[in-house]
Structures are given as structure tokens and as C-alpha cells.
């Protein structure tokens, strides 16, 4: 679920701008400033290999894009090694054959 989420995630959130605010008791409301896509990320602790723009030479997004893949690689490989394993306790630990 996690390599899903963060996933999807990072495909929503980055290279928007977010203007969030909250309603308060009593009919108030509290403007918070604009927040970029990618601080509401870190905030939540994904994209963890973002590198400023200033360090890298690549934009936010690329290296948000970079972790993208990586969860996309995760969502694929859990359910192939799983099929391995169950299929390989098939073979040497089910003694019934026909």
C-alpha cells in the first residue's frame, strides 16, 4: 500500500501550489500562505531523495519523478516475488501429485 500511495501522491502534488485553510469554530476561517506541492510531500515524509533545484541542476519534479518509479517498481515486484514464493513452496512442500 505504501509504494501505491506515494506514488500517487507524488503524481498529484508535485508542481502545484496549494492554498490551504482551516474553518474555525464560530463560523472563523484561517488562511494559511500558498504551499508548494513538494514541501506539503516532505512534510509528510515522501519524496524523501528531494534535492533543491540549487544542488542538483534538476528540477523538483524530476527528482520527485525519480521516486515515482521507484514505488512503481515496488508495486510490481511485491506481487511477482510473492507468486515466486508460493510457487516454490508448491513444488517442495506439497507431496500430492497426480
Partial sequence: MSYAYEGLMINEMVGLVYNLGYNLAGGAHLRL?????????????????????????????ETCATDARSDVVGVWLTPL??????????????????
Fill in 33 to 61: 500562505p500558498p504551499q508548494d506541492g513538494v514541501v506539503l510531500l516532505l512534510q509528510q515524509g515522501l519524496c524523501a531523495n528531494y534535492i533543491p533545484e540549487t544542488t542538483s541542476g534538476l528540477p523538483a519534479s
Fill in 81 to 98: 516475488v510473492a507468486v515466486a514464493v508460493s510457487a516454490i513452496l508448491l513444488i517442495f512442500f506439497v507431496k500430492y501429485r497426480r
